[in-house]
């Protein structure tokens, strides 16, 4: 990145509105910026003028140095300003970014709505540099400072937040199923899950293991979550058939604000899988600790988990997050509706479930039959008592006699035979052929391939053009794609018969 070394320091106007950052009449901020961390349960108090903040981030404590004087205190109010409401891990990578390139958002500031365009490629080049700096720059136009107004809110929005790019790679690797566990790892983990929590007793961290792993696993939460919990959180009982119910309340995760919780996520465990759970809570009441896990970060949880599942001989070469986009993955491959999976991730907004079902498995058997490549439609062709005709037999037939047209982009030909002439026929060849008792098909798979790609075709087109799903011409298609889709398998199964 291209920074300027030195920050020129103009003279000021009159008003205060010209000259440096530092001169600009930035409006008043708290002496206090209290920031609460759910991981360790901990509230920093971060004093106006005190040069060190020591900010408590996800289980740890990050520590920053401000610069000496005005630079310093204008840091500190811009950090109080604009992350307000902001998680500890957000208040971070502000901080950081701000400190680090401290002359890039002053020069950004001086330059003026007029200007930053012509340097926001040049000196902004990744997320975490552009989101504070947008940040930043919002805040200069909501208080007027500088040559900055409350109109250029709209500049300041449009300019690249650099976040597409990595937005769109990770999303495209939801797509590509590639943030995934596999099948047999799943498998491996319940087995895993099966076989420990059987057990009467545990100790505490294979406990903390166990319990970590349930609940991400059936319930994709997040490590904060699961760090966040307090024991009156946990309500454990037996149900009239005395087996063991668990209900978890988990709060949303990533809410904004401090200690209060805007959103609550009710969630009940596997009966099978609440020992672990239950010798958790009398270890959290015996140390006297308001906390179910005794673990502060993430990665401390999680090395429980490892080491648990390595004692079972599997071993965990995945993060939690990894798990939560499987668990997700699993609805969606279930047929589970967009909204049922923004409940199960305890998203605020449906349309992130939309990746999952992108990727879905289950929803490309459903566009495969739609296309035709199913067979939904078993026993709709009737194939003339189930006669072929080979492909040496259908070019000694009349010319008349043999179906082909363009479908699609493709010339199709050699689908089979018409018992009667086709100029005879009122109807599209190829298209009405498949289901017609007059149809004779063809003993060649590769040419009700080539018809079936056809007609695939012109089922995208129609569909891209607005046509309707509940219209005669759709449903045509369908039964015809049904048809040509038979009349393969049938093929190929007459071939394999043919051939030993």
């Known amino acids: 990145m291209t920074r300027r070394k030195q920050v020129e320091v103009l003279t000021p106007n009159a008003d205060g509105q010209g000259g440096s950052v530092l001169d600009w009449p930035w409006p008043p901020s708290p002496g206090v910026f209290k920031v609460y961390d759910k991981y360790a349960d901990v509230e920093a108090n971060l004093v106006h003028g005190e040069r060190v903040w020591k900010v408590p981030v996800q289980g740890r404590t990050e520590q920053f140095e401000f610069a000496l004087g005005a630079a310093g205190l204008l840091q500190q109010k811009l950090v109080s300003l604009t992350q307000a409401d902001s998680s500890p891990s957000s208040i971070y ?54 040559p900055w107004k409350a109109v250029h809110r709209t500049l300041v929005k449009g300019l690249d937040s650099r976040s597409n790019e990595p937005g769109l790679a990770q999303r495209g690797a939801r797509q590509r199923r590639e943030k995934l566990i596999d099948l047999n790892r799943q498998t491996q983990l319940v087995k895993v899950l099966d076989a420990r929590t059987s057990d009467n007793e545990f100790e505490e961290w294979e406990a903390e293991g166990l319990a970590a792993l349930a609940l991400t696993f059936q319930h994709g939460m997040r490590p904060v979550q ?48 609440v020992k672990p759970v239950i010798a958790l809570l009398e270890y959290a009441k015996r140390e006297k600790r308001t906390r179910l896990f005794s673990r502060n970060t993430g990665d401390q949880l999680w090395a429980k988990v490892k080491r648990v599942c390595a004692d079972s001989g599997f071993k965990v070469d995945f993060t939690a997050v990894k798990l939560r986009h499987t668990s997700a993955q699993a609805l969606a491959d279930a047929g589970h509706s967009r909204k049922s999976i923004q409940w199960f991730l305890a998203h605020t907004r449906g349309n992130s479930a939309t990746v999952y ?29 189930g006669d072929f005709i080979t492909v040496e037999d259908l070019r000694c037939v009349h010319e008349d006699e043999q179906i082909g047209a363009v479908v699609g982009d493709r010339l199709v030909s050699g689908i089979g035979r018409c018992r009667t002439k086709q100029k005879a026929c009122n109807y599209d060849p190829v298209f009405s052929c498949y289901g017609c008792f007059k149809y004779v098909p063809a003993l060649d798979p590769n040419a009700h391939m080539e018809a079936i790609a056809g007609m695939r075709e012109q089922v995208i087109v129609f569909v891209k053009r607005g046509g309707q799903e509940s219209s005669p011409a759709y449903l045509q298609m369908m039964k015809s794609l049904a048809g040509a889709q038979q009349a393969l398998d049938e093929s190929n199964r007459i071939l394999r018969e043919a051939h030993g």
């Open 93 to 146: 990578k502000f901080t950081r970014s701000l400190l680090l390139n401290w002359s890039t958002y002053v020069q950004l500031l001086e330059d003026g709505p007029e200007n930053v365009e012509e340097h926001w490629d040049e000196q902004v080049p990744e997320i975490d540099t552009a989101r504070a700096a947008k940040a930043v720059l919002h805040l200069a136009c909501s208080a007027s400072v500088g």
């Open 226 to 273: 699961l760090l966040s919990l307090l024991v009156e959180h946990i309500n454990v009982f037996k149900d009239a058939t005395g087996d063991w119910v668990c209900i978890v309340s988990f709060h949303t995760g990533k809410q904004q604000g401090a200690r209060t919780d805007n959103g609550e996520v009710l969630r009940q465990l596997k009966p099978e899988w």
């Open 357 to 385: 079902i992108r990727a879905s498995r289950h929803q490309g058997n459903l566009l495969n039959a739609a296309l035709g490549a199913s067979k939904l439609y078993d026993g709709l062709l009737s194939l003339a008592a």
